[in-house]
């Protein structure tokens, strides 16, 4: 089993690829497209929508709690 320092490394690692970059850059556009209100037909839009900016909001915060918990490890 990997340790807890081999895996948030291993994460950061992956933080800086190019394959990273452009995904984190593609959440962002897809986050603006769903907070677009305009596309909504209904409540039932609304909700769906909701899902996907939790899902994409934990995607784009990952990076940023990575290195909360790496510095938090390290104290």
């Not at 452009?22 to 037909?41: A, C, H």
């Not at 929508?49 to 990952?62: D, E, N, T």
């Amino acid at each position: 089993m990997k340790s807890d320092k081999d895996f948030y490394n291993d994460r950061l690692e992956l933080f800086e690829s190019p394959g990273w970059l452009d995904l984190v850059e593609e959440l962002n556009n897809m986050e603006i497209s769903v907070r677009n209100i305009d596309t909504m037909n209904d409540e039932k839009d609304l909700w769906h929508a909701k899902g996907q900016l939790q899902q994409l909001g934990f995607l784009l915060s990952l990076e940023s709690a990575t290195k909360i918990a790496v510095d938090n490890l390290d104290s």
